[in-house]
């Protein structure tokens, strides 16, 4: 594709000669200001192109083949549950954002008048009891993970029983797959921020599954638990993959996901 004109029509006087707005010509005027440097309608007609030939080349779902509109709507709940994961996504990744300005990931000895309480729990606690509305904010990041949980195994549940994952769609159902993992990763690493009694057996409990791996499980453990045993670097690691890894993937994941149900369109049941 070339930068240089393609012809030498006066876009200037055209624009005059028509009857057109303030806002209206400012546009036009702008946009042949970037297209005469920079080509934009071309890339504009290129997209417009690759996405006819995306769509086309879909094949007709068997509601619009046989025309089933009103034979299949018994299923219809079962297709909102991918955006019910969606929005609990979302508000997990909002309360959770607030949520980070109160704790703090630390494993030494807190100011909580329990024995043997961590920095960690002492801010989850406050948060809980001294905190304006907290309670209700860490329960709401609570509930959205686990509707979101609930509503990603659902929606993997309708997808294959309904037979959605056949082609043209095999490579989201894998991604659907790569979701679902990364939903258990996150719930698990959201589950031990708390340092408290559960968190300790659940990270332990993590810990010995990691050691039963073949050949490569002590090289696990270290990488993921800080060593073989429960300490800061354990809290640490599933605080940066919680807060500063996971929500950066996962939101990638979601939005090639998301591209390709909109080129691909929903597929009904089979």
Do not use: C
């Not at 807190?110 to 002492?122: F, K, L, R």
């Amino acid at each position: 594709m070339s930068v240089e004109r393609k012809d030498e029509h006066d876009h200037e006087a055209w624009i005059q000669e028509k009857d057109l707005t303030p806002i209206e010509s400012t546009f036009l005027t702008v946009l042949v200001w970037l297209d005469r440097r920079i080509r934009i309608v071309d890339y504009l007609e290129l997209l417009e192109t690759l996405y006819y030939r995306v769509n086309l080349q879909m094949p007709k779902s068997h509601t619009e083949q046989y025309n089933l509109d009103n034979k299949f709507w018994y299923w219809y709940p079962l297709y909102s549950l991918g955006f019910f994961s969606t929005l609990a996504y979302v508000v997990a990744a909002i309360s959770g954002a607030l949520l980070g300005f109160y704790y703090s990931p630390s494993a030494a000895a807190g100011t909580a008048n329990i024995e043997g309480a961590t920095v960690a729990y002492s801010t989850v606690a406050a948060i809980m009891t001294d905190l304006n509305f907290g309670f209700f904010l860490r329960s709401l990041h609570r509930w959205a993970a686990q509707v979101m949980t609930a509503a990603v195994f659902l929606h993997m549940l309708r997808v294959y029983f309904t037979g959605s994952y056949k082609e043209p769609r095999e490579v989201n159902w894998l991604i659907g797959i790569v979701l679902l993992s990364l939903t258990m990763v996150f719930g698990y690493t959201g589950y031990l921020l708390p340092w408290d009694q559960l968190a300790y057996w659940a990270g332990q409990i993590g810990v010995e599954m990691s050691l039963s791996i073949p050949f490569v499980g002590e090289w696990v453990a270290q990488l993921m638990f800080g060593g073989f045993s429960l300490g800061q670097a354990t809290l640490q690691r599933m605080y940066i993959l919680h807060v500063f890894l996971l929500p950066f993937v996962v939101t990638t994941v979601i939005a090639i996901h998301l591209g390709l149900v909109w080129m691909q369109g929903i597929a009904e049941p089979h």
